[in-house]
């Protein structure tokens, strides 16, 4: 029995590496390449790297850089075209509506067993025993990708499923504000599951916190949705290692942002 579970740990390695070297020589063909962007996109360099800009797109809220191109990133974490002859402006300038019909997310798929659920050991990685991350069988890489997909249509995370995740990670059940975020493994943008299996504590500052981790989500989208990487091998790599994976797809180790 202890052959066959090494065997099936070495395996599952394996799987995951060559995911992640996939994921890499992916990132790297593209890291830097605005410049190349399909049509009714604009090119954009940005601080975090060079991005192919469309209203409707998923964007980090806030961030001015965007303004230079002619986007606003508005408390929905979608793009809004503020100026005519933006990429995907209206007449009136506003992002494409999004789509009226209920996406349909299927049943949820682990992508390893989940062994333990008290006891679990908080760091910028989940605990894997606890949190093996896990995906949603009906966000498919046509449904992900289409202009009007929203993250909010499928963000279905109570309040008591963020206590029993503070529980089994040794916190007392409790609201944290922005010192830890009840993040997603596997983020929504990528076909995430709301299930506590694809949730963990996540810290809210330094070089491994959820702000870093969403760069890597946002560039993640991207790749999968300009055919760069196949969607099951993005779920796997960032549920394996994504501060590894970040490395690999940044060309450097993460870097905080207060």
Known sequence: MRQKLLIGFVAAAAAAAAASAALGSAAGARHGAASTCSPGFVAASLSWGSKCLRAGEFCKVGE??????????????????????????????????????????????????????????????????????????????????????????????????????????GLAPGFYGHEIEIDHIVPLELGGSNDIAN???????????????????????????????????????????WVALYARVFGDAPAGRP
């Open 64 to 169: 001015a850089e965007y303004h230079r191109y002619g986007f606003d990133c508005p408390a929905s974490g979608h793009l809004v075209a503020t100026r005519p002859g933006s990429a995907g402006a209206s007449a009136g300038g506003a992002a494409p509506a999004a789509a009226g019909a209920t996406v349909t997310v299927g049943s949820t798929v682990l992508l390893a067993p989940r062994t333990r659920t008290s006891g679990c050991v908080r760091g910028a990685e989940p605990d894997r025993r606890c949190s093996p991350g896990a995906y949603a069988s009906g966000l498919t890489t046509a449904v992900l990708c289409s202009p009007g997909f929203r993250t909010s249509a499928i963000r279905d995370v109570p309040q008591s499923e963020k206590f029993a995740v503070e529980a089994e990670y």
């Open 199 to 241: 949730l963990f504590p996540e810290p809210g500052s330094g070089a491994r916190s959820y702000r870093v981790k969403d760069a890597l989500e946002n560039r993640l989208h991207d790749l999968v949705c300009s055919g760069a990487i196949a969607l099951r091998s993005a779920q796997r790599a960032i549920a394996t290692d």
